[in-house]
């Protein structure tokens, strides 16, 4: 069975750097059949998708987060990380991590699918 | 990117009812990577249904999934008092990644 769990300070200043991580138990990070990603949901409100980290190499993140993103894979340890930069108030949120199937298609492109797998989630706040 | 709009915002139900959600997306969903989640307070989501309308893992055949292009629907046939929930539905065929705004159903 499959886990993850989020783990990072709670509580994070503006213009600096939110630094979480996702530790994945029950499985190897290495498995080219997932991708790992990272999803926020601010306090009362919808879902945004972060970013997200196929272990063949290709990472994407969403636009909206302005290139501040960055997802890593560290195998040894069975983690991957997120890192987001310049944080301000409106980053205030849970942030989950989570897994998903990822296969390789025709010419090499990768097909994803959906979310299967959730962390329990970890409150960051950006706050002085 | 791909606006999910979900419908209605709330929808108050007995318990034995069976309830409709709607997801329109502002543009075609190829491949039908439209998939549907459960989340219930101080919880993560659950996955729901993915590929429009296949039944992930331990998800109750009460739960069906339906639509394709732009206009999907999640149904539940007779709810059940764990159902009460907010259902979000979630596009992953282009990136960035989108999520409608969510639709609590609620005990009336």
């Known amino acids: 069975q499959v886990q993850l769990q989020e783990s990072g300070p709670g509580l994070v200043k503006p213009s600096q750097t939110l630094s979480l991580t996702c530790t994945v138990s029950g499985g190897s990070i290495s498995s080219g059949s997932y991708y790992w990603s990272w999803i926020r949901q601010p306090a009362g409100k919808g879902l945004e998708w972060v970013g997200r980290i196929y272990t063949g190499g290709s990472t994407n993140s969403n636009p909206s987060l302005k290139s501040r993103v960055t997802i890593s894979v560290d195998t040894s340890k069975n983690q991957f990380s997120l890192k987001l930069s310049f944080v301000t108030a409106a980053d205030t949120a849970v942030y989950y991590c989570?897994?998903?199937?990822?296969?390789?298609?025709?010419?090499?492109?990768?097909?994803?699918?959906?979310?299967?797998?959730w962390g329990q989630g970890t409150m960051v706040t950006v706050s002085s | 990117e791909i606006v999910l709009t979900q419908s209605p915002g709330t929808l108050s139900l007995s318990p034995g009812e069976g309830a409709a959600l709607s997801c329109r997306a502002s543009q075609s969903v190829s491949s039908s990577y439209l998939a549907w989640y459960q989340q219930k307070p101080g919880q993560a989501p659950r996955l729901l249904i993915y590929?429009?309308?296949s039944r992930a893992t331990g998800i109750p055949d009460r739960f069906s999934g339906s639509g394709s292009g732009t206009d999907f629907t999640l149904t539940i046939s007779r709810l059940e008092p764990e159902d009460f929930a907010v259902y979000y539905c979630?596009?992953?065929?282009?990136?960035?990644?989108?999520f409608g705004q969510g639709t609590k159903v609620e005990i009336k």
């Open positions: 590929v429009t309308s």
């Open positions: 979630l596009q992953y065929d282009s990136t960035p990644w989108t």
């Open positions: 989570a897994r998903g199937l990822a296969r390789k298609g025709v010419a090499g492109r990768v097909i994803y699918g959906a979310f299967d797998i």
